[in-house]
């Protein structure tokens, strides 16, 4: 059984991972992202517990998809695929990965945005998938905590009072979403289900799973409101993940539920600390098959 205390948290709390450090490539802010993680997935590739250089990245919750886009800007893999259920997220990705990448980012830097042309643009029912992601990339600016599920409200006063305003950064996201489809070939994009894609892959060897599902286990129930696709079976993710012949990652909220489940499986875990969007010092477990390259 593997033993942890507060002491053993990798790397040691001096060292928590500073975000503004990692490029930020996503056009979403989005609920329990990963940026602070990238630096610990440069390290996870690089490390000896995977052949280098995967052939395939998969990425089964992929949301913002911060490490995807980090493994495919950084080609720390051959080739990548992002998973995703929600489909107003999966419009986002499907168009700046389709062919309209170009008319997406043309819409943000052409949109005057007040009170009212948010609601209305809200409100309009969308007849394409590229109307589609202008609707969601405008709602996770201007929703509190760029939370997309029913229920969120508005941004209220925001940075320097600028209201609405305050996370609609229109030329950065045009820079994001044309980097972005400078080099969509080397992603995948599959509006579906994760856990069908892990197990349709889990035979390949020379792939590997970086997996971030929602965590409403162990009665944490943050991932409910935060996404509309909340749900899982934790279990059946782990017995999956344990058919993988490759290598994975997973990370989760430190709950007394998830270590067990690792613990079941024979898996590896280690606390480590991170940032949440509040500043607040905060740890999450990651889990793997041997994380020594992490120690
Ligand atoms: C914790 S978030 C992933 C965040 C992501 N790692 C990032 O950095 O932005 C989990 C995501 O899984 C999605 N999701 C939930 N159930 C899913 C399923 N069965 N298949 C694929 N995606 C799913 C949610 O919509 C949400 O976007």
Known sequence: MVQLSFFEQVPPKSEIINVA?????????????????????????????VPARPAEFIEPFAGGGIASLTVAFEQLAGHVTMVELDEEVAAVWKTILGEHGDWLAEQIVNFELTPESVETTLAKPAH????????TI??????????????????????????LKSRWYPRTLQKRILSITAIKERITF??????????????????VFFIDPPYTAGGKRAGSRLYLHSELDHRELFEIASRITGDFLMTYDDA???????????????????KNTHHAEMTELLIGRNLNWLR
Do not use: C
């Open 256 to 274: 007394v539920e998830v270590r067990a489940l690792a613990q079941q499986h024979g898996f590896d875990f280690q606390v480590v600390p991170m």
């Open 190 to 207: 599959i509006h579906g289900d994760g856990i069908k894609v892990i197990s349709q892959n889990a035979y390949r060897k020379d792939s």
């Open 138 to 163: 405008l709602k996770n600016r201007v929703n509190r905590g760029g939370i997309l599920a029913p229920g969120a409200g508005r941004v209220k006063s925001g940075e320097g009072g600028k209201g």
């Open 21 to 49: 450090s990692v490029p930020q490539r996503s056009p979403f802010r989005y609920p329990g992202g990963k940026t602070w993680l990238v630096p610990y997935l440069r390290r996870w590739l690089a490390g000896r517990s």
């Open 128 to 135: 394409t998938t590229r109307q589609k992601a202008f609707q």
